[in-house]
């Protein structure tokens, strides 16, 4: 009897404080002082979080590079954890990165706390979890994070100290999403394809041009999604967060890139490619996208308006929940069907939609305090609101044929272990084994001359393609390419897509020819090969007659032999990524 009736004075009170009072914040953040929490101080607010609330769980998430783990803070009804609970529930997932360039924290302290006022329902916006679970990775560039002084970010005068844009291994990390490099992009995967968010945010900051907006966005790019995914991002997604923060203090715009010199001619949307968190995301059908807060706006402006943002798009995922799983739903079975993938798109001039823009008079004779000469400036005291044109719309120009298989020799370990963390199916072959396939061979392939990322990237990469019998071992891949993750096949097997592993130098070892002949040495076997084959000796002879330089080069006619014949190494500059077509 007496639990009982403890049982329900407790209840009774429970009930009561909700209607009667709000839950008080549990944190002070300190961004109104330009200060942003040390990695240690976050993970120690999100403990405190964990601790005081039942639907607030911190989780370690795998390792980084500096042997300290990744953590995800999961705010859920009743606190479920369990992604596959989630979805029976039929839940949206929202995924939120911080700290990936960790001088670009307002997403950091933002985090922290929208993740206090939905745990304490502030404002109803616990409701939220009805629909969709928000996972949220505190800081991801830890390396960076710990990397802390007042000497980062040369362009940006608050908070007073930030983290290092590099991490410990002095990677970019949001350009390591299809090389994955570091153990934090490895970690990444495998937090991303746990939890398979059906909306994902990456924060950032930018510095490019001054104007009112303390914060703008790079959104899914429409175009890169299926048919069935365009109505809700061009329809649904951009116009509800846009509306929903010109109802407060924070009017959103697009990532600021003149599309000419001024801003006046318009805005040009971006494009991202699988090496950026939001074109990773991308590839998943997931809808990736990133806010970018401006630099010269104040700090607690721009950690609030990013707080904003994320209420905004919580709010938007919740409401929005069968929609979205609907769509992307479809957007897959769509992407599964393809005959052919786009590789390459251009913008199309043609199109624009118009945006308020609220700017700043530029002054391109503003005279430096520093140097005393004349430097671009921006004059705050000539603010201006202007509608201008967004161009927002890709038409693709170049496209591949969708292969029904990728055969890939397991000599590639590195590339197999990448689509391994992507949950990319794939069977073994039983036995060895030769497969009629269709194969590319490398025309032409430029690279920088000093490295990117670690890397010297394939800018420039033209293929032809054969068919050939070619030999496979027992244990290489056969990877089926219409399954969920065609699109991210697509983009990392396919070597001309745009972050392709060829691209990334992970094929590399083709690029060598292995062989050769000499010219001196070759004498006895050029013989025979030429009466083996008479019409090489034809040609040879052909040749000759045509050519009087050629006819007095010894060294170029053993060439001409060696590259006609089957001396010439059939694996020299061919991808090892093999294609079987339905054809
Ligand atoms: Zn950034």
Request: glycine share 6%; with cysteine; aromatic share 12%.
């Amino acid at each position: 009897m007496i639990r009982t009736f403890l049982f329900t004075v407790a209840l009774i009170s429970a009930m009561a404080f909700q209607v009667q009072a709000q839950v008080p914040a549990l944190l002070s953040l300190r961004y109104n002082e330009n200060y942003s929490p040390t990695y240690d101080e976050v993970i120690e607010l999100y403990r405190l979080l964990d601790r005081s609330y039942s639907e607030g769980t911190l989780l370690e998430a795998g390792q980084t590079d500096t042997g300290k783990p990744l953590h995800v803070f999961v705010i859920s009804r009743n606190g479920e954890i369990s992604p596959e609970v989630l979805r029976e529930q039929g839940k949206t997932i929202l995924l939120v990165n911080n700290g990936i360039h960790p001088g670009e924290p307002e997403g950091i302290d933002a985090s922290l706390e929208f993740a206090d006022d939905i745990l304490r329902n502030k404002d109803g916006m616990n409701k939220w979890l009805d629909n969709t679970a928000i996972v949220i990775i505190p800081v991801y560039n830890i390396g960076g994070a710990l990397n802390r002084s007042a000497w980062n970010r040369s362009g940006q005068t608050t908070p007073y100290e930030t983290g290092f844009r590099g991490n410990y291994g002095n990677l970019d990390l949001n350009r390591d999403f299809v090389k994955c490099d570091s153990e934090n992009a490895r970690s990444f995967s495998k937090i991303f394809h746990h939890w398979n968010p059906d909306v994902f945010l990456d924060t950032h900051t930018t510095n490019g041009s001054d104007h009112q907006h303390a914060i703008t966005m790079i959104p899914p790019q429409a175009d890169q999604f299926p048919k069935a995914m365009q109505g809700l991002i061009r329809e649904i997604l951009l116009p509800g967060l846009y509306a929903e923060m010109d109802k407060g203090d924070y009017p959103l715009i697009p990532y600021v890139d003149f599309f000419y010199e001024d801003v006046r001619s318009g805005l040009r949307g971006g494009q991202e490619s699988p090496r950026y968190s939001s074109g990773y995301a991308t590839t998943f059908h997931s809808l990736g996208m990133m806010t970018e807060n401006l630099i010269y706006a104040t700090y607690p402006d721009r950690v609030k308006s990013t707080y904003e943002f994320i209420k905004a798009l919580s709010m938007f995922t919740s409401e929005n929940s069968e929609i979205i799983l609907a769509a992307r739903k479809a957007g897959i079975s769509e992407s599964m069907a393809l005959d052919r993938y786009p590789i390459r798109y251009e913008i199309d001039t043609t199109r624009h939609q118009m945006i308020t823009f609220h700017g700043y008079e530029n002054d391109r004779q503003q005279i430096s305090q520093v140097t005393g000469l004349p430097r671009l400036g921006y004059d705050r005291s000539r603010p201006f609101t202007a509608k201008i044109k967004y161009f927002d719309t890709y038409q693709p120009v170049e496209w591949v044929e969708v292969p029904e298989y990728f055969v890939l020799p397991r000599a590639w370990k590195p590339v197999m272990d990448r689509l391994a963390l992507n949950q990319v199916e794939f069977t073994e072959l039983p036995n060895d084994t030769t497969i009629e396939v269709t194969v590319d061979y490398f025309e032409e392939v430029t690279s920088p001359t000093r490295p990117y990322n670690g890397h010297f990237f394939h800018d420039k990469v033209i293929t032809r393609s054969e068919v050939q019998n070619v030999q496979f071992y027992a244990g290489d891949w056969l990877i089926p390419v219409r399954q969920e993750r065609i699109r991210f096949i697509m983009e990392v097997l396919e070597p001309l897509s745009r972050d392709s592993y060829f691209r990334w130098n992970f094929f590399d070892a083709v690029l060598d020819q292995r062989e050769y002949f000499s010219s001196f040495g070759f004498e006895e076997n050029a013989l025979r090969t030429l009466e083996q084959f008479p019409e090489l000796k034809k040609a040879l002879e052909e040749k000759r007659k045509n050519d009087p330089e050629f006819a007095k080069n010894h060294r170029a006619q053993l060439q001409f032999i060696y590259e006609n014949s089957p001396w010439l190494e059939k694996t020299w500059k061919r991808n090892p990524v093999a294609k079987i077509y339905n054809r």
